[in-house]
């Protein structure tokens, strides 16, 4: 369906039988209409072609579902296929339109119905639609679908049958042998159908008597009354009696249950209201029949046939369908518990073909596999909605394996050279014949093919400032699919930044992912406005952060910062301990120093030289000098130690830093206790936020 402003939109809903007929129906040469499915025959071996052909009415019908091969009837005339604005043309001996096959996938026909049958999805699905509408019990309007029981119709100012038979007497005998007669005839059969309903037509004629107004308006007063009079059972004390405050509980939940059908019946008839739509449709008259190509039958031998399930549904429905017509038109006086019992076959021949198995148990065929029915078919990840209209490939798009990528930025991707060059080959064509480095597309796709080293060069300029698209399925929220800078990789595995795994439910254990490039300028200021992923750091269900570190990433970042406060194990296991017979060779001179005060150094640089030449160790605890302009976060409290010198200068040491304060040159020093670890650990974070600022420069200009 396409809207007024030429969106594609999917609808689904009820439909009505006026509506059902108009996609199958079409008036053949002779006047005649065919659409409607008759015999549940399917092909017939033709002598003259010696070929199986459809059969004529059956379940692939030519002339209702369109001709097998393009413009070739049924008779083997061939006609050239004119435009679809010129008159329909038919073969005057078949019948057969002469249109393209692809017609076979998309024209639909119809089974006309010997009697109205309930919707299974609107009956027994919970909550059950036509249950709320008509304020019954599921389990009785059951029973009448399936004709285990019957109502009376009221008939007003009119002698009812039932009103006939109470004013007789049991006991008086002069009235059961006239009565006994009068039962057998063709007027009694008229009457007791006139006054007496079971089945689903009764539900049909329960549903088009439905007033939504009139629902409403009586909904609403008996919800505010039960309202009223469960505030009042809330706002009694306990009463002492232990079964009396049972009972006042019972009847408040009973309100509460009562009150939330209400609402729902409400809002069902508010919808109906607003829809335009009528709930007699919850019974169908005519059963829509899908098109061929959508339920395939294939012949792979002589002997070896393979059909879809949905084919030998139709067929028993067909079957059912005329048996029940036969009876009830064709016999004069059939018994009634032998209507009862073809309808409700053929009820549960279209609850199959709808739900199989929401019934009780599912019909299987005779390898005890499960017929698949319409809801299996839409339903699920294999379904016809999420693997074949939403998972279908696109144009523009790749899939690959993710690993991780440590050394990458929040917002960036590592992206393979081979995924990179077929989807952004349109834009190295452009660049390359922009540049005057192709003549042609042509000569510019020869040099994509050979992989040419300037190929490589506008690629790396193309992907600079385009964004891409990664997306893991299923997307159950908008973090399943965000926006990255892309980087070129050497290998076929997608980059991704550990921290960005939570948003996507992603882990490095052979997930896969999509990738997808914004093509117009619109998408792509999407992406880099709304998508990134710098941009998507917290979650929108809860403002909790998505980018949080877990697992590995927490491992190594204590071990960076922890020290050497590791317990019995930093003597046992320190590479510079003298007691390890493993570590006797190492000379003491690098480590002669730390044996008596620690370390002093005047900057950060000077302590990580000291690492580089095996001086200190990656936990070993050393003071240093810090600039009072950088950030020092430190629960200072009472010093633990104060030394006074002769000149003035005296040093407050705390737990982790010291403070030096000269009274001759007025100026104070800070030196902290620190490890390497914890410096490299502080670069990384300085460099990340410089990153990010200088990120928000190139892409937003501020």
């Given amino acids: 369906m396409i809207d007024q402003y030429k969106h594609q939109q999917l609808r689904i809903g009820l439909v009505s039988p006026q509506q059902i007929s108009a996609w199958a129906n079409k008036t053949v040469p002779t006047g005649e209409i065919v659409g409607e499915v008759k015999t549940d025959k399917t092909f017939y071996y033709d002598p003259d072609s010696e070929t199986k052909k459809p059969e004529k009415g059956g379940l692939f019908c030519e002339r209702i579902f369109g001709p097998i091969k393009s413009g070739v009837c049924a008779c083997g005339e061939s006609r050239k296929i004119g435009d679809e604005k010129e008159k329909r043309t038919f073969c005057e001996e078949c019948g057969v339109e002469f249109v393209d096959s692809r017609i076979r996938r998309y024209q639909m026909g119809y089974i006309k119905l010997a009697c109205p049958m309930a919707h299974v999805w609107y009956l027994k699905r919970r909550p059950s639609y036509i249950a709320n509408l008509l304020d019954k019990p599921l389990k009785d309007l059951e029973n009448l679908v399936y004709s285990d029981l019957m109502f009376a119709r009221p008939i007003a100012k009119k002698p009812t049958f039932l009103r006939l038979r109470g004013s007789f007497d049991s006991d008086t005998k002069s009235w059961s042998y006239p009565l006994a007669q009068f039962l057998r005839t063709k007027s009694f059969i008229k009457l007791r159908d006139r006054e007496i309903s079971a089945g689903a037509g009764a539900i049909r004629e329960l549903l088009a008597d439905l007033d939504f107004r009139v629902i409403i308006d009586s909904s609403l007063p008996e919800w505010k009354e039960l309202k009223e009079e469960k505030e009042e059972l809330e706002k009694r004390e306990p009463t002492g009696d232990e079964f009396e405050d049972q009972e006042i509980e019972k009847r408040i939940e009973k309100m509460e249950r009562r009150m939330r059908f209400l609402v729902r019946r409400m809002e069902?008839?508010?919808?109906?209201?607003?829809?335009?739509?009528?709930?007699?449709?919850?019974?169908?008259?005519?059963?829509?029949?899908?098109?061929?190509?959508?339920?395939?039958?294939?012949?792979?031998?002589?002997?070896?046939?393979?059909?879809?399930?949905?084919?030998?549904?139709?067929?028993?429905?067909?079957?059912?369908?005329?048996?029940?017509?036969?009876?009830?038109?064709?016999?004069?006086?059939?018994?009634e518990i032998l209507v009862t019992s073809e309808q409700k076959n053929l009820q549960e021949a279209v609850d199959t073909l709808l739900d199989n198995g929401i019934g009780g148990n599912p019909r299987r065929d005779r390898n005890k596999q499960v017929y698949k029915s319409f809801s299996d078919i839409l339903a699920g990840k294999e379904g016809r909605f999420r693997e074949t209209l939403l998972g279908k490939r696109v144009d523009y798009s790749g899939r690959s394996v993710i690993v991780v990528g440590p050394l990458l930025a929040l917002h960036q991707c590592g992206l393979p050279r081979e995924i990179a060059l077929e989807l952004f080959q349109t834009f190295i064509i452009r660049c390359l014949i922009r540049q005057r480095l192709a003549s042609s597309v042509k000569t510019a796709k020869k040099q994509i093919r050979e992989k040419e080293r300037i190929v490589w060069e506008i690629l790396e300029q193309v992907i600079k400032e385009h964004?891409?698209?990664?997306?893991?399925?299923?997307?159950?929220?908008?973090?399943?699919?965000?926006?990255?800078?892309?980087?070129?990789?050497?290998?076929?595995?997608?980059?991704?930044?550990?921290?960005?795994?939570?948003?996507?439910?992603?882990?490095?254990?052979?997930?896969?992912?999509?990738?997808?490039?914004?093509?117009?300028?619109?998408?792509?200021?999407?992406?880099?406005?709304?998508?990134?992923?710098?941009?998507?750091?917290?979650?929108?269900?809860?403002?909790?952060?998505?980018?949080?570190?877990?697992?590995?990433?927490?491992?190594?970042?204590?071990?960076?910062?922890?020290?050497?406060?590791?317990?019995?194990?930093?003597?046992?296991?320190?590479?510079?301990?003298?007691?390890?017979?493993?570590?006797?060779?190492?000379?003491?001179?690098?480590?002669?120093?730390?044996?008596?005060?620690?370390?002093?150094?005047?900057?950060?640089?000077?302590?990580?030289?000291?690492?580089?030449?095996?001086?200190?160790?990656?936990?070993?605890?050393?003071?240093?000098?810090?600039?009072?302009?950088?950030?020092?976060?430190?629960?200072?409290?009472?010093?633990?130690?104060?030394?006074?010198?002769?000149?003035?200068?005296?040093?407050?040491?705390?737990?982790?830093?010291?403070?030096?304060?000269?009274?001759?040159?007025?100026?104070?020093?800070?030196?902290?206790?620190?490890?390497?670890?914890?410096?490299?650990?502080?670069?990384?974070?300085?460099?990340?936020?410089?990153?990010?600022?200088?990120?928000?420069?190139?892409?937003?200009?501020?």
């Fill in 467 to 702: 964004p891409v698209l990664l997306n893991r399925a299923p997307t159950l929220h908008r973090l399943g699919i965000q926006a990255f800078q892309p980087i070129l990789v050497k290998e076929r595995a997608i980059y991704l930044h550990p921290l960005v795994c939570k948003g996507f439910n992603a882990d490095f254990d052979g997930d896969q992912m999509a990738v997808h490039v914004p093509l117009s300028l619109e998408a792509q200021t999407e992406a880099i406005l709304l998508m990134f992923s710098t941009r998507n750091l917290l979650s929108p269900a809860n403002g909790d952060p998505v980018c949080v570190p877990t697992q590995d990433m927490l491992i190594g970042l204590y071990t960076l910062t922890s020290g050497n406060r590791r317990g019995i194990c930093a003597n046992r296991y320190n590479l510079w301990n003298r007691r390890n017979c493993q570590n006797e060779r190492i000379d003491d001179k690098h480590y002669g120093s730390t044996k008596g005060k620690e370390l002093l150094f005047c900057n950060s640089d000077d302590a990580i030289g000291a690492y580089r030449q095996k001086r200190i160790n990656l936990d070993s605890p050393f003071w240093l000098r810090w600039r009072l302009g950088q950030r020092l976060i430190v629960s200072r409290g009472l010093p633990v130690e104060v030394h006074y010198e002769s000149l003035g200068t005296h040093h407050e040491i705390y737990g982790h830093c010291k403070i030096v304060r000269s009274v001759k040159t007025k100026r104070d020093f800070i030196y902290i206790r620190t490890t390497v670890g914890h410096l490299f650990f502080y670069r990384e974070i300085e460099g990340a936020i410089e990153k990010v600022r200088a990120m928000d420069h190139t892409w937003y200009g501020t």
């Fill in 268 to 335: 069902l008839a508010k919808h109906f209201l607003q829809t335009n739509v009528k709930p007699e449709w919850m019974v169908l008259c005519l059963l829509p029949v899908l098109p061929p190509e959508l339920r395939p039958l294939f012949k792979i031998s002589e002997v070896q046939i393979i059909s879809s399930d949905l084919n030998k549904l139709y067929k028993d429905i067909l079957v059912a369908n005329k048996r029940l017509r036969q009876i009830v038109e064709e016999t004069q006086f059939s018994p």
